[in-house]
């Protein structure tokens, strides 16, 4: 059994025994573990300066070392070091990117995080969260594949399944899995309505239906936050994007200049918050505006101010705080004050809509719009002074502190922030863990065509071409030949279709723009269809024109994230495949481009509609 860390504990004079946060050997009300997390939280705000509060209102990337030591200085993306930000700046919410390889060193480096933070004033613990990363997407702006994790579809799949049960039980092997190795924040669920189906961000969505995507939010809420209070197993998720990003001009993205705009042509503004109605009512413990400006909104006869959502005044307080009464944190999505240079790419600031603004004021207003907290950000100083100056008031910002305060004493990390190297090793990538995730990934599935009835492929007397698939797994249907003309079945995986693009940072890891596979695919295709039995399976992390592939396919399938191993398990019935469409799939790019972005399912004589899917034969 390896050591772990131990807090410093006291007795008080009662014989309580606490956490002597202050050092001092007095039990102060915000260490008293008998009181409520709220009275906590309010007694230590009382006690913070300035600095220290401005601190609390970032949510900051930070860098590791594969050796699970705390690593120095700047990095790949983050702009200070650990040490710096946690006990010079006052930032106790970091954003991890790429953990340490194993889950031992995973939770090691968790540990020494949380062993600098206990050399602070008030040793307050550091709440480290994670983009999503128990699939296969390897996105820096926005998800991570499972590495030592368990590896399940992404959510696009576990919508295709249709079951908030099977939900439920990935947001609880991953609640489990994360707090083995410290991470007590996830920056999901993504709860958007994919309703615009070049949108690039879709992937990590439930699809466009509000109704679904609202049933699976509660299941996945369910999982990760255990109950609407927090406990000290629970994951605190941070629901995005308010309110609801999924209707992009054109299916830009606004993480980019050339996405800002949101709109609202089929005037579905209110469908697009069913989601998080639904979340909100779970007890979700944050949220996040997208970076998205509503143009041409206009809601009960006001004109919404066309400033990216967090900065937006009559979006978060107006709707969000005093319509739905929502009463968590409101924290912004990442990098809204600041360019960026990272990875040698450049990345404007996105501050659609106050670009002219200089970074206080920009701050400022977000601060007026009802944010809690700016993601991606590292520059306290400019709350400070803006406080200082008279252009913010104190007491705004211990609204905020308190309720950022009250989430980590929910989680109990003032009690006990420190994992165990021993029981991460045990908990992350455990067996049954891994087989659910791969159950899942084959279950979700989805037989779009398969006339002849190929389906299910049994027994092993057959020579198989295979594309895209790992041969050892495929050798599980039959001899694997090197040559088309010598096979008697052929299986193509393909990767979803996309535009590449790569002159601002962050653009190389979105797929996006068309959704046409490029016309010599489709003639390769019919060359291997030539020489066999063609079974294409399709990865939809967006729709797709699949209108090509199927005239030559004798059997057409789709996953969402899915390994050899689970295909197989499908195709051969092993795992008999389940999954229906989340959303259609359009007839062609003419389709898409006269769809109305804010309304789901709105392209005319789809090829295949939403919710369809063959399933397993018998």
Not at 24 to 45: H, I, K, T
Not at 209 to 232: C, H, K, N, T, W
Request: proline letters at 8%; one cysteine or more.
């Amino acid at each position: 059994m390896t050591a772990r860390p131990t807090p410093a504990t006291a007795v008080a004079a009662d014989g309580t025994i606490f956490r002597d946060l202050d050092h001092d050997g007095v039990m102060a009300p915000f260490e008293d573990p008998r009181l409520g997390a709220a009275e906590r939280a309010a007694d230590l705000a009382g006690r913070l300066t300035l600095e220290e509060k401005a601190g609390l209102l970032f949510h900051a990337i930070v860098e590791t070392s594969p050796d699970g030591t705390l690593a120095e200085g700047g990095g790949r993306i983050a702009e200070r070091g650990i040490r710096e930000m946690v006990l010079e700046q006052g930032i106790v919410h970091v954003n991890v990117h790429a953990l340490p390889p194993t889950a031992r060193l995973a939770a090691r480096w968790a540990n020494a995080v949380q062993a600098l933070a206990a050399e602070g004033r008030f040793s307050i613990p550091v709440t480290i969260s994670t983009d999503p990363r128990h699939s296969f997407a390897e996105n820096d702006g926005a998800a991570f594949s499972a590495g030592a994790m368990s590896a399940w579809p992404e959510p696009l799949g576990l919508s295709a399944l249709d079951d908030p049960e099977e939900v439920r039980r990935f947001a609880d092997v991953a609640r489990r899995e994360y707090r083995a190795v410290g991470l007590h924040a996830a920056l999901h669920p993504q709860i958007d309505l994919a309703t615009e189906p070049r949108w690039g961000r879709q992937f990590h969505t439930f699809g466009p239906d509000a109704e679904r995507v609202s049933r699976m939010a509660e299941a996945y809420l369910d999982g990760f936050q255990i109950g609407p209070e927090l406990g000290p197993e629970s994951v605190a998720c941070m629901a995005k994007h308010f309110p609801g990003g999924g209707p992009q001009l054109d299916g830009e993205d606004p993480h980019f200049p050339y996405g800002r705009e949101q709109v609202y042509p089929g005037g579905q503004f209110e469908l697009h918050l069913e989601p998080f109605r639904a979340a909100i009512a779970r007890g979700v413990s944050a949220l996040m505006p997208y970076y998205g400006m509503p143009v041409g909104l206009v809601r009960n006869g006001e004109a919404i101010e066309e400033v990216g959502f967090g900065f937006n005044r009559q979006v978060l307080t107006g709707i969000l705080r005093e319509e739905l009464g929502y009463e968590g944190v409101i924290c912004t999505d990442w990098g809204l004050l600041t360019d960026t240079v990272a990875m040698g790419l450049p990345l404007p600031a996105r501050a659609w809509g106050v670009e002219h603004l200089d970074l206080p004021s920009r701050a400022q207003k977000a601060l007026e719009a009802g944010v809690d907290q700016f993601g991606g950000e590292q520059c306290p100083e400019v709350i400070a002074e803006l406080v200082r100056a008279g252009r913010v008031a104190e007491e705004r910002l211990d609204a905020s502190v308190r309720r950022l305060l009250e989430v980590k004493f929910r989680l109990g990390l003032f009690e006990d922030p420190f994992v165990d190297e021993d029981a991460a090793e045990q908990v992350v990538g455990r067996e049954d863990f891994v087989a659910a995730g791969r159950a899942a990934q084959a279950a979700s599935t989805t037989v779009l065509a398969d006339p002849q009835g190929l389906l299910p492929l049994e027994g092993t007397d057959r020579r198989v071409f295979v594309v895209g698939l790992d041969a050892d797994e495929a050798a599980r249907l039959g001899e694997v030949v090197d040559r088309p003309e010598d096979a008697d079945l052929v299986i193509v995986r393909l990767e979803e279709p996309f535009e590449p693009r790569a002159d601002l940072f962050l653009e190389p890891f979105f797929h996006q723009g068309s959704l046409e596979y490029r016309p010599g695919l489709v003639s390769r295709l019919r060359i291997l269809a030539a020489h066999a039995p063609l079974v294409v399976d399709a990865t939809l992390l967006r729709p797709a024109i699949l209108a090509p592939v199927a005239e030559v396919a004798t059997t057409l399938v789709a996953t969402y994230g899915s390994g050899s191993a689970a295909l197989i398990d499908a195709l051969t019935g092993a795992v008999p495949p389940r999954g229906t469409l989340p959303f259609e799939i359009p007839a062609s790019m003419d389709a898409v481009r006269a769809g109305l972005a804010d309304v789901p399912g709105g392209t005319t004589d789809p090829l295949f509609p939403v919710r369809h899917g063959l399933g397993a034969r018998d």
